[in-house]
């Protein structure tokens, strides 16, 4: 099936029922529309993505501190 959703890992599982991808495909709709839109979600997701990225360069393991001292 070509898409552009990233499914979970534990969508084709076996025990996965029709009710539970049904869920999360509704549920990733929603929230890419709320992405798409100027709403609180969207602020709230790309505040979230922005702190992570900041986490991700001040790392000790990802910067060489030797640069720094």
């Not at 609180?40 to 986490?55: L, M, P």
Request: with cysteine; net charge neutral; aromatic share 12%.
């Amino acid at each position: 099936m070509m898409t552009d959703y990233e499914f979970p890992v534990w969508f084709w599982d076996p025990e996965t029922t029709d009710e539970d991808r049904s869920n999360w495909m509704t549920k990733e709709r929603c929230r890419r529309q709320a992405m798409q839109q100027q709403t609180a979600y969207r602020r709230q997701a790309e505040q979230a993505a922005k702190r992570q990225a900041r986490r991700e360069a001040a790392n000790s393991a990802t910067v060489a501190v030797e640069e720094y001292r």
